[in-house]
């Protein structure tokens, strides 16, 4: 009677190397001469659980299967590195060592997150600028004057609603106030003469007496002068004596 090595076998209990059974087994009969096959234990059924991060869900699956682990729960998930559809993590880890039927569970992407774009015409162009980048968007700024918005403020916004993605542009167009015009010539005209005339361009109008002032009311210096460029709304400073 002699042994013979059988195909080996996994084992919860026989630690690896170890016969864990014999063939026939043990009280069984035995032709003479016959021989007795040992079993010998593998250890314990164990699998490393393959990279399955950048996969889409079916190749995922297909590796976990050909290592004896399955597809556990799916939970979806925006993404900016990953494209819709693939694996971002999965748990347990890579690598690690499990059971034969372990489930893994899997965070798929929904590609990247959609975000609403704020409308900030209107506003001024510090908060809009705050807004937009709180959001998750960049900001590029071109100043421009005009007429009806106040300095400052966003005069348009490209998009203005809708949606977009994180570190996507937004451009504004921000007021530098209304244009800028010449100043009236109102040298020698009388005060309320060159009142009109400045207030009709769009200036205010500052009065200071002349140091020989002598009551005749006659302008007698401007500041800006004739000619220059302002903006509307500013002060032309007149001088009468």
Request: aromatic share 4%; charged share 25%.
């Amino acid at each position: 009677m002699g042994t013979k090595l059988l195909d080996p076998e996994f084992s919860e209990d026989v630690p690896a190397g170890q016969v864990m059974n014999t063939d026939p087994g043990p009280g069984d009969r035995i032709r003479k001469k016959g021989d007795v096959g040992l079993i010998v234990s593998k250890g314990p059924e164990r699998y490393q659980v393959p990279q399955l991060a950048g996969l889409d869900v079916d190749a995922a699956t297909r590796a976990l299967e050909s290592v004896q682990l399955v597809v556990g729960k799916q939970t979806n998930a925006y993404s900016d590195a990953f494209p819709a559809g693939r694996v971002i993590i999965f748990s347990p880890k890579f690598d690690t060592t499990q059971k034969p039927g372990t489930p893994v569970d899997l965070w798929v992407s929904l590609g990247r997150k959609p975000i609403p774009v704020p409308n900030m015409t209107g506003k001024p162009v510090k908060d809009a600028t705050k807004a937009l980048r709180k959001a998750g968007f960049t900001v590029e700024r071109t100043d421009q004057f005009d007429a009806t918005v106040p300095e400052g403020k966003v005069v348009s916004q490209t998009p203005n609603n809708g949606t977009l993605f994180g570190k996507d542009k937004v451009k504004l167009v921000v007021s530098k106030g209304p244009p800028m015009v010449a100043v009236p010539n109102v040298r020698s005209k009388k005060l309320a003469d060159a009142q009109r005339i400045l207030t009709e361009a769009g200036f205010k109008v500052k009065v200071e007496l002349a140091p020989f002032h002598l009551g005749l009311n006659l302008v007698a210096g401007q500041n800006p002068a004739a000619g220059k460029m302002a903006q509307p709304g500013s002060t032309v400073i007149v001088t009468i004596v």
